[in-house]
């Protein structure tokens, strides 16, 4: 179900029924010769408008929440989390259909964002972009290198996962530097082979997309590259989680 779409349409109903009324209905009720009741279709319209216009506002040209459902993002993102996303952090889209009308910024190495999943765009993913438009990437034995630079590891210890996270507890924890300002944890299975990779260039007007949690994800490594105009944000913010009962330390954490 395309609640973007719904959004749209509910609104432009409204808005539709709202506006002949001032115009046509509401006049012909001050001249009838007996007291009309406004009826309660367009009575709900007026009301319900302004709502549906400012959540559609909202959600397509200022932030959009998304749910996180897997543990592909881990330890960034866990299951659970409530997350909100910057929708003009690339620029202005149309809602449904996505077309780009203001450009505003293109994605920067390192930004963890929302896109619409390049063999079925009716799926939003999240993952991390490591590499930009002519970038040379390539993934070898667990190690990531940009333009044939190794992106440095760190080791931290041994992750400890709770709730849905339990299963990657044991998981080896690492800082990984992927710009000279910019690092982030990940993790590595060691009881899981790598999907090494070998040296691809990322095409103009693409990405390459990988999760944190490195050895149970599905991204770029194995379906491709992600087109600019799946784009759909870049994400901030942790505003809630629930996973099993509500995690007050993940809320208000900021993303890396």
Same mark, same amino acid.
């Given at each position: 179900?395309?609640?973007?779409?719904?959004?749209?349409?509910? *609104?432009?109903?409204?808005?539709?029924?709202?506006?002949?009324?001032?115009?046509?209905?509401?006049?012909?009720?001050?001249?009838? @010769? *007996?007291?009309?009741?406004?009826?309660?279709?367009?009575?709900?319209?007026?009301?319900?408008?302004?709502?549906?216009?400012?959540?559609?506002?909202?959600?397509?040209?200022?932030?959009?929440?998304?749910?996180?459902?897997?543990?592909?993002?881990?330890?960034?993102?866990?299951?659970? /989390?409530?997350?909100?996303?910057?929708?003009?952090?690339?620029?202005?889209?149309?809602?449904?259909?996505?077309?780009?009308?203001?450009?505003?910024?293109?994605?920067?190495?390192? /930004?963890?964002?929302?896109?619409?999943?390049?063999?079925?765009?009716?799926?939003?993913? &999240?993952?991390?972009?490591?590499?930009?438009?002519?970038?040379?990437?390539?993934? =070898?034995?667990?190690?990531?290198?940009?333009?044939?630079?190794?992106?440095?590891? *760190?080791?931290?210890?041994?992750?400890?996962? &709770?709730?849905?996270?339990?299963?990657?507890?044991? @998981?080896?924890? +690492?800082?990984?530097? +992927?710009?000279?300002? +910019?690092?982030?944890?990940?993790?590595?299975?060691?009881?899981?082979?790598?999907?090494?990779?070998? *040296?691809?260039?990322?095409?103009?007007?693409?990405?390459?997309?990988?999760?944190?949690?490195?050895?149970?994800? @599905?991204?770029?490594?194995?379906?491709?590259?992600?087109?600019?105009?799946? +784009?759909?944000?870049?994400?901030?913010? =942790?505003?809630?989680?629930?996973?099993?009962?509500?995690?007050?330390?993940? =809320?208000?954490?900021?993303?890396?």
């Amino acid at each position: 179900m395309n609640f973007e779409l719904i959004l749209v349409i509910i *609104t432009a109903v409204t808005g539709v029924i709202v506006f002949v009324d001032k115009l046509v209905w509401r006049q012909k009720r001050l001249e009838s @010769a *007996t007291t009309q009741k406004e009826p309660m279709l367009i009575e709900y319209s007026r009301s319900l408008f302004p709502v549906f216009l400012i959540v559609l506002v909202l959600r397509s040209f200022i932030i959009e929440p998304f749910r996180i459902p897997s543990g592909s993002m881990y330890p960034t993102l866990e299951i659970g /989390d409530f997350i909100v996303v910057n929708k003009s952090a690339y620029g202005i889209r149309l809602p449904v259909i996505q077309n780009k009308l203001i450009p505003l910024g293109e994605p920067e190495r390192g /930004d963890v964002v929302v896109f619409r999943y390049p063999l079925d765009p009716n799926v939003d993913y &999240i993952k991390r972009i490591v590499g930009l438009p002519g970038d040379q990437i390539s993934y =070898i034995d667990k190690k990531l290198y940009v333009n044939g630079q190794l992106a440095d590891q *760190t080791p931290i210890g041994r992750y400890v996962g &709770i709730d849905s996270g339990s299963v990657m507890t044991g @998981a080896v924890l +690492l800082k990984e530097q +992927l710009t000279d300002d +910019l690092t982030h944890e990940i993790l590595i299975d060691p009881d899981r082979s790598g999907q090494n990779l070998n *040296t691809v260039v990322v095409p103009e007007g693409h990405y390459f997309a990988m999760g944190d949690n490195r050895d149970h994800s @599905a991204d770029s490594r194995s379906w491709g590259f992600v087109p600019d105009e799946n +784009l759909k944000g870049r994400a901030f913010g =942790i505003w809630m989680n629930w996973d099993d009962g509500i995690h007050f330390n993940r =809320i208000g954490k900021g993303i890396n």
